[in-house]
Structure formats: C-alpha cells, structure tokens
C-alpha cells in the first residue's frame, strides 16, 4: 500500500459528461501529480501541484482541470468527455517536488 | 527530446535466470531515473532509482547500470521469480536541475517469468 487513495476505482460515464477524480497524498506529502496511462500513449504526465499551488503542466487537455486544497487533496476535473479519454488515471504524490513519488492504485473511467 | 525508449516491449525469462529491460533517453538535462513495477490492477510502484553519478546501484535482487556517455540505463533482474511477473517502466526527469518533478515514461516492458 503506497499510501496514496483514490477514490472512485471505477467511474463509467458517457460522452460530453463531467466527472471528478479524487486524491488523497501520502501523510506529510505537500506535491501532488496526476498522470494518464492508455494502451497508445502510455502513462503521461498531466499537471503538479505543489502545496496548493500548479507546478508543471504537462499534456493537459484544456477540457481538463486539476486543483489542490488546503488539507493537500487533490481534485481532476474532466469535462465533455470523449471516448478517447477512456483510460486510467493515476495520482502521485510526494513530500517535495525532488523527491521519489508514490503512486495510487488510479481511477479506471469509461466512456461509453 | 523528452522521450524515453524502452525494450524490449515483451520478455520472457525462465525462473533463476537474468532479466534486462532497457532505456535510452536524449535530454542531457535528465538528473533522476527511477524504475518501477506496475501489476494488474495496481499502480506502479517504485523499485529503484539511480542519479547519474553513480553507474549502477543495487537493492537486493534489482541492479541499475547507468551508462552516462550512451545516455542509456538498464534495469537486471537477477534470479528472476514467477512473483517478478509484472509490467516494467523506466523513467526519467529533471527533479534537481529544475524542481519541477514530472516523470518522463517508456513504453513499459511485460515481464513474464516461467516457473
């Protein structure tokens, strides 16, 4: 267990809805990190955060959107929803940015 | 220049021999290379990490060569067990040179060991 929840497991849904991801850090870990995993693209880096604050952005579609709370949490946004963003969505976290991170075991979304 | 290869795509080894999955990347700037081990269901979960200036480490049955001149870095699995059997991912970023944190992947490596 890595220590970082996420939360739903599984989320399936239909085109143009909007869904939200949740992420819960590692205890002490200030930097959060989402990234997408698909069978043709691989696991791609979406956006950080880093004590509430956006790091680094990466492959982020401007449908999406991501946000970190005061309590550290973080939320991903998905909006209009296609069938190309079926995949998994993992959520890292870490005590800083140069540091190791530790993953979730990631929200699978469907899109039907 | 911010890819990272990785082969072979799929490897099967028998149980107590050798595995070796490889990288190679471009970006210079790359300071930091963790590996990490993914099985169904699961996400990845960190095995090892190298810096590149050191030319390997080793932790436990797992062992990094780091080959900074051919910008290369391979991961060995020695007696590898039917447990190994997992998806493997390289990885590389600048998380000192610049702070910023986000891994880099390669494609990821099916490892099945046969008992």
């Known amino acids: 267990d890595s220590g970082v929840t996420q939360t739903p497991k599984h989320l399936i849904t239909a085109t143009g809805q909007r869904v939200t991801l949740r992420c819960s850090p590692r205890s002490g870990d200030l930097s959060v990190y989402w990234y997408q995993q698909s069978l043709d693209q691989g696991l791609q880096f979406l956006i950080q955060y880093y004590n509430g604050e956006e790091r680094a952005k990466g492959n982020i579609l401007e449908r999406f959107s991501a946000q970190q709370f005061p309590d550290l949490h973080s939320e991903l946004n998905l909006s209009s929803l296609e069938l190309g963003d079926s995949a998994l969505y993992f959520c890292a976290s870490s005590p800083s940015p140069n540091q190791p991170q530790h993953f979730g075991d990631g929200t699978r979304l469907s899109i039907l | 220049q911010q890819q990272v290869k990785q082969s072979p795509q799929s490897l099967i080894v028998q149980k107590g021999g050798i595995s070796i999955i490889n990288c190679a990347y471009e970006n210079t700037a790359f300071d930091y290379f963790p590996w990490y081990q993914q099985f169904p269901g699961k996400g990845p979960a960190l095995l090892i990490a190298i810096r590149p200036d050191v030319s390997e480490k080793k932790e436990g049955r797992f062992t990094i060569s780091f080959n900074k001149s051919a910008k290369q870095f391979s991961l060995h699995i020695m007696d590898s067990q039917p447990g190994d059997s997992a998806t493997y991912f390289c990885?590389?970023?600048?998380?000192?040179?610049?702070?910023?944190?986000?891994?880099?992947f390669g494609q990821g490596t099916e490892l099945s060991v046969k008992p």
């Open positions: 990885a590389a970023s600048t998380i000192f040179y610049n702070q910023g944190g986000k891994l880099i």
